[in-house]
C-alpha cells in the first residue's frame, strides 16, 4: 500500500482524496489518529499481532536454546567430570605402580648391597684366613727346612769329624809301619853284616 501527501492531502487505494487537518489545530493530532487507525488499524494490529507472535517464538527458540546449551553444557561438564575423574584415577594408579616398583627396587638395592657386604667379609675372612694359613704354612715348613739344615749340617759335620778321625788313625798306621819296616830293615842290614863277617 502506498501513501503519499500532497497539497496536505492523503491519496488512499480506492482513489479517495481525504483532507487532511490543519497542523496547528489541537483537534487535528485526534483526527490524525483516527485517521491513520482507519487506514492503518488493521493492519497494525495485525503485525503487532505477528510481532507479538515472533516475539513469543524468539522467547521460546531462546529458552529452547537456553535449555539446549545448557544440556549440552551440563553433558559436556559431566564428561569432562568423568574424563578427568578417569584420568585421575589412571594417574594415581600409575602413581602407585611406579610407587611399587620404585618401593621394590629400592628394597633390591638394599638386599643386594647386603649380600654384597657380607660377600665382601666373608671374602676377606677367607682372605685372612688363608693368609694365616699360607703364613703357618711358611713358617713351619721353614721351621722343617732349618731343622734339616741344622740336622745335615751335623751329619756333614760329624762324617768330616770321622774322616778326619780316620785320616789320623791312618797316618799313625802308616808311621808305625813305617817304623817297623825300618826297624826290620835295619835289622836286616845287621843280619847282612854279620853274615858277610863271620
Same mark, same amino acid.
Given at each position: 500500500?502506498?501513501? =503519499? ?5 492523503? *491519496? ?14 489541537? @483537534? ?25 507472535h515472533?516475539?513469543?517464538? #524468539?522467547i ?10 545448557? /544440556? /549440552? ?6 564428561? %569432562? $567430570? $568423568? ?8 594417574l =594415581? ?5 611406579? @610407587?611399587?616398583? %620404585?618401593?621394590?627396587? *629400592?628394597? !633390591?638395592?638394599?638386599q #643386594?648391597?647386603?649380600? @654384597?657386604?657380607? $660377600?665382601? /667379609? ?24 732349618? *731343622?734339616e ?6 751329619? %756333614? ?13 791312618? $797316618?799313625? !798306621?802308616?808311621?808305625?809301619?813305617? *817304623?817297623?819296616?825300618?826297624?826290620? @830293615?835295619?835289622?836286616? =842290614?845287621?843280619?847282612? !853284616? ?5
Amino acid at each position: 500500500m502506498e501513501t =503519499s501527501v500532497q497539497n496536505e492531502t492523503l *491519496t488512499v487505494p480506492a482513489g479517495k482524496k481525504v483532507e487532511l487537518p490543519d497542523h496547528e489545530d489541537p @483537534s487535528a493530532s485526534g483526527n490524525l489518529d483516527k485517521i491513520r487507525e482507519i487506514l492503518f488499524g488493521a493492519q497494525a494490529r495485525d503485525h503487532e499481532r505477528r510481532f507479538a507472535h515472533l516475539e513469543q517464538r #524468539l522467547i521460546q527458540e531462546a529458552e529452547e536454546l537456553r535449555a539446549d546449551l545448557k /544440556r /549440552r553444557f551440563d553433558t559436556l561438564e559431566a564428561y %569432562v $567430570k $568423568k574424563e578427568f575423574g578417569g584420568l585421575a584415577e589412571r594417574l =594415581s594408579q600409575e602413581h602407585e605402580t611406579r @610407587s611399587g616398583a %620404585v618401593r621394590n627396587l *629400592t628394597q !633390591d638395592l638394599l638386599q #643386594l648391597t647386603a649380600a @654384597s657386604e657380607q $660377600k665382601a /667379609r666373608h671374602l676377606e675372612a677367607l682372605t685372612a684366613q688363608a693368609q694365616r694359613e699360607l703364613q703357618d704354612q711358611f713358617t713351619a715348613r721353614a721351621a722343617d727346612l732349618a *731343622t734339616e739344615i741344622r740336622a745335615s749340617h751335623q751329619a %756333614v759335620s760329624n762324617a768330616l769329624h770321622e774322616a778326619v778321625r780316620d785320616l789320623r788313625a791312618e $797316618k799313625a !798306621d802308616r808311621l808305625t809301619l813305617a *817304623t817297623i819296616l825300618m826297624e826290620a @830293615s835295619q835289622r836286616l =842290614s845287621g843280619n847282612r !853284616d854279620r853274615a858277610e863277617s863271620g
